[in-house]
């Protein structure tokens, strides 16, 4: 199954993205964890995308395109995969159709107000990516990741003018991505509010599981 995840920065792509890992098997691939890899390691591609990044506004179509197509081709995708913040724009969406049978786009619906409610809690492992909650999933060791015993932390672009600005940028080129999924009859909403485990539940009963 090749599944797309759809929702707002915040709306828990990361967290359902990782509990799908378990359940359904397949790899999931976030283009915002390649890109700060990319960042972290001082690569061309990532010096060219933390301007854009920092500032809350997506990295041009054709850098994220080309770095997907090298992700999904890569062996452990054959048999599936879950995309987690790709595709963020049409084109980004018209550019997959051409190399991927996609199955599914979850669209994970949340209202703004409690997405900037829920960013300020949010931490990162920067060395493998999980995602955490202070109050809704907290880490079992203050500030240490579950995963990898990485010190967690607060990304650079949660804070609140930049994840205002994010919603912005959602609203305008990558909400239009719903009607694009409606139309091939692949978009699938679920509520994104509630229990992470009600939240996978969900998740599973949407895609049939
Ligand atoms: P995320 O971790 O998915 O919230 O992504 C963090 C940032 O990485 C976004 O705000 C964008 O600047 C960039 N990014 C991630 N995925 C994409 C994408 N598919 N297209 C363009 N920019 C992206």
Redesign the pocket.
């Given at each position: 199954m090749n599944l797309i995840l759809i929702g707002a920065?915040g709306a828990g792509k990361g967290t359902l993205a990782e509990q799908l890992v378990e359940s359904l098997g397949t790899p999931a691939i976030?283009?915002?964890?390649l890109?700060r890899e990319a960042i972290r390691n001082q690569t061309e591609l990532g010096t060219k995308a933390k301007s854009?990044?920092d500032a809350?506004?997506?990295?041009p179509d054709a850098l994220?395109i080309d770095m997907l197509r090298d992700r999904i081709g890569q062996p452990d995708c054959q048999n599936g995969y879950i995309l987690?913040?790709?595709?963020?724009?049409i084109p980004?969406a018209e550019a997959l159709d051409t190399i991927a049978d996609i199955t599914c786009a979850l669209y994970l619906e949340i209202a703004d107000d409690v997405i900037e409610a829920r960013m300020s809690g949010r931490r990162v492992c920067p060395q493998c990516g999980a995602s955490y909650h202070t109050v809704n999933n907290p880490t079992k060791v203050p500030y240490t990741c579950d995963k990898c015993q990485g010190k967690t932390t607060i990304r650079e672009?949660d804070t609140v003018e930049v994840v205002r600005k994010?919603l912005v940028t959602y609203h305008a080129q990558t909400e239009p991505l719903i009607a694009y999924y409606t139309e091939q009859g692949k978009c699938v909403p679920m509520s994104a509010v509630g229990e992470i485990d009600e939240i996978h539940q969900n998740a599973l009963a949407a895609l049939g599981k």
């Open positions: 920065p976030s283009t915002g964890n890109l854009f990044m809350g506004a997506l990295v994220v987690d913040g790709f595709p963020r724009t980004q672009d994010r």
